[in-house]
């Protein structure tokens, strides 16, 4: 199983190529909502795409009211 | 559909609606692409009753309220109705708020039930304010896993189980018109929760005008996406079509590709969205239609151009789905109308639906007036306006200056009996019978009513959310400066639109502050803890004391009337 650190790292690549960014761009403590201007339902688009990637479900209820990239790969950490 | 003048309560007429519509599907559930239950009203009233047998063997006395906070599924309404039944008084929480603030929010209505579900159970049985709401005796938990830990509650289901094993029915109990059927929350917490107390006639009068103008009947599917803890869905997924026999899609997922497909999966008749899912799905339309090739993009803008001639005067959806075949199919070819609210729409996004043959129902309310007081009738469709008043519902536009503009004052069936606890907010906001909306708006010639924005501190986000500033201001306790306040932008400085509303920051710095980097990074810290959409747009700074009673409670209004003789685009200071 990756570590938190490999899932944060790839969680960050993959929205940084979700939203056409440069590598590096974000960081584990960004605000996806301040940071990418995003609104909840772009948000549940990367989170789709994140499912397809590792493979696994994130129902709506386990994000509900998560706005960070670490927080995220947590999540996800614990589903996989 | 049922004739709903003859009752006096929801129960009873759900009551009816169950017997009356038996073999029809009342309800289907589905979680992404997977079908998880369809229920036939017989079965609806088979699982409600038992519901209901559990509670009152538990010692649910009538009047009890019983709080719910659940996504949308089946149970939600089946356990909805059980209260009903046996003379409950519903509280519908959001199930999107943090479980401090649902705990808030079921301690300030006195609930003695929670029926809430597994997947929320766990932070909701941890959090600390679980110790607030001492009168919940009560909580059921649907969903739970064999070796979930309930933490105290009991199993939904197994009420379902014990009660099955003795036939005796549950007592069904009715309940005057004017008695309370539900408390609904129209703000978030962190200040004054206002606790909207809805009577049975509130919900009788709205069900019977809404369904006048868009109506239900056995067939018609309507996906239910909204939480149905919001007035809208409440009226439009629940209290609507049962008592039309209709069928509600719940889709337990807000994914946009799942939410699609649905329409296309259950040939959806009717959908209600906030203006931010409208904006969306309006986007994955725009972007098919750039890409199609240059030739088949003229056809196509034709087809577009012709339809809208055609519709001019009225919908005509037999003629749209022909005209504009793919559109259409791509939303399950059934699609009468989208109903939107919670709040403002951009009207050029309502015309871009209407455009396509596809209706947009928006409208103007608020949970004090039991969901809708306005509604567009497509008679014909006003992007413009937040179409007519429903039927038996009264609108003046009241002290309204040279443009004709000033507060929208609503009086019907419809207006709530008052705020939960709260006599002096009811006092201030329903005069005479008339609801104060602290909305500003305008008839034009026509009788469609035009909205220019508020009379009051708070903003409304494109998710249909409240967001009133003293609840905000919280976040910024600790912040090292003399003193401070939160606004609504527009409320300091009218702008006359419903749209781009925005929060901001009053503060008076200490003798010898400077407004440099450090302050900066200290108000963006904690306004970074803040939700997404509570969260202040700029700051404003004022030299001069606020204002304040001898209390030392702030005078508001004073502190507005000194700030709006500052020129707006100067004062707001970025973040």
Redesign the interface.
């Known amino acids: 199983m990756p570590t938190l650190e490999n899932t944060t790292q790839e969680v960050l690549t993959l929205a940084e190529q979700h939203f056409k960014l440069a590598p590096g761009t974000l960081s584990p403590s960004d605000?996806f909502?301040?940071k990418l201007g995003i609104?909840?339902?772009?948000t549940?688009?990367l989170?789709?795409r994140l499912e397809n990637h590792f493979n696994i479900?994130l129902?709506?209820?386990?994000v509900?009211?998560v706005?960070d990239f670490k927080t995220l790969a947590e999540r996800i950490q614990s589903r996989l | 559909m049922l004739d709903l003048t003859k009752y006096f309560c929801l129960g009873a007429a759900l009551k009816d609606a169950l017997e009356k519509f038996c073999n029809e599907t009342c309800l289907i559930e589905a979680d992404?692409d997977k079908e998880k239950a369809r229920l036939t009203y017989r079965d609806f009233g088979a699982q409600s009753m038992s519901l209901a047998r559990a509670l009152q063997d538990a010692g649910f006395a009538p009047g009890t309220r019983a709080s719910m906070v659940m996504?949308n599924q089946s149970k939600w309404l089946i356990s909805a109705y059980a209260i009903f039944y046996s003379g409950g008084v519903l509280v519908p929480i959001d199930?999107?708020l943090?479980p401090d603030e649902q705990w808030e929010l079921i301690a300030h209505s006195k609930a003695q039930v929670l029926v809430t579900e597994f997947?929320?159970w766990p932070r909701l049985s941890k959090a600390n304010g679980r110790a607030t709401a001492s009168d919940v005796k009560l909580v059921l938990v649907t969903e739970a896993p064999a070796n979930g830990d309930l933490a105290g509650a009991q199993r939904w289901e197994a009420q379902l189980e014990r009660s099955c094993n003795d036939n005796a029915p549950p007592q069904f109990v009715p309940r005057q018109r004017t008695d309370i059927a539900c408390i609904g929350y129209s703000s978030g917490t962190g200040g004054r929760p206002k606790g909207c107390m809805l009577t049975h006639e509130n919900y009788l009068e709205q069900c019977s005008a809404l369904t006048s103008i868009y109506p239900f009947w056995p067939g018609v599917h309507y996906l239910s996406i909204l939480p149905t803890s919001h007035a809208i869905d409440f009226m439009v997924g629940f209290v609507g079509p049962f008592t039309c026999g209709a069928t509600v899609v719940h889709l337990?997922?807000?994914?946009?590709?799942f939410f699609r497909d649905a329409f296309r999966r259950y040939k959806i008749t009717y959908v209600s969205v906030v203006p931010?899912?409208l904006k969306?799905l309006r986007a994955v339309f725009q972007s098919r239609f750039d890409e199609l090739p240059k030739g088949k993009r003229r056809i196509f803008n034709a087809l577009v151009a012709l339809n809208k001639a055609l519709t001019k005067s009225h919908p005509r959806p037999t003629l749209s789905r022909k005209l504009l075949a793919q559109v259409h199919q791509s939303l399950g070819g059934e699609l009468r109308t989208i109903i939107v609210g919670g709040a403002f729409s951009e009207p050029d996004t309502l015309q871009f639906f209407y455009d396509l043959g596809i209706p947009v129902a928006n409208g103007y309310g608020q949970t004090e007036a039991c969901t809708a007081i306005t509604v567009n009738d497509l008679k014909p469709f006003r992007a413009d306006t937040v179409g007519k008043p429903l039927p038996g519902i009264e609108v003046k536009i009241a002290e309204p200056d040279s443009d004709g503009i000033g507060e929208v004052r609503v009086r019907s069936k419809t207006v709530m009996a008052g705020y939960l606890d709260d006599p002096e907010l009811t006092a201030e906001t329903i005069v005479d019978g008339w609801l104060h909306t602290g909305d500003l708006g305008r008839f034009d010639s026509t009788g469609h009513l035009q909205l220019f924005g508020r009379r009051k501190n708070m903003i409304v986000t494109?998710?249909g959310l409240n967001i009133f500033p003293e609840n905000v201001e919280g976040g910024f306790d600790d912040l090292p400066v003399e003193e401070f306040c939160v606004f609504a932008a527009n409320y300091i400085w009218p702008q006359r639109t419903m749209v781009g509303e925005q929060l901001v920051l009053v503060l008076r710095m200490k003798k010898d502050q400077t407004w440099d980097d450090t302050l900066r990074q200290q108000i963006a810290a904690r306004n970074?803890k803040l939700?997404?959409y509570q969260?202040i747009q700029g700051v404003v700074l004022t030299g001069d004391e606020f204002p304040r009673t001898t209390g030392r409670r702030l005078k508001r209004h004073l502190l507005k009337d000194r700030l709006a003789q500052l020129d707006r685009d100067h004062a707001i200071l970025p973040l």
């Open positions: 605000d909502f301040k609104d909840s339902l772009q549940l688009e989170l789709s479900e129902p709506d209820y386990e509900q009211g706005s | 992404r996504t199930w999107m943090t997947s929320l337990r997922t807000l994914r946009p590709e931010l899912v969306n494109p998710q970074n939700k997404n969260r």
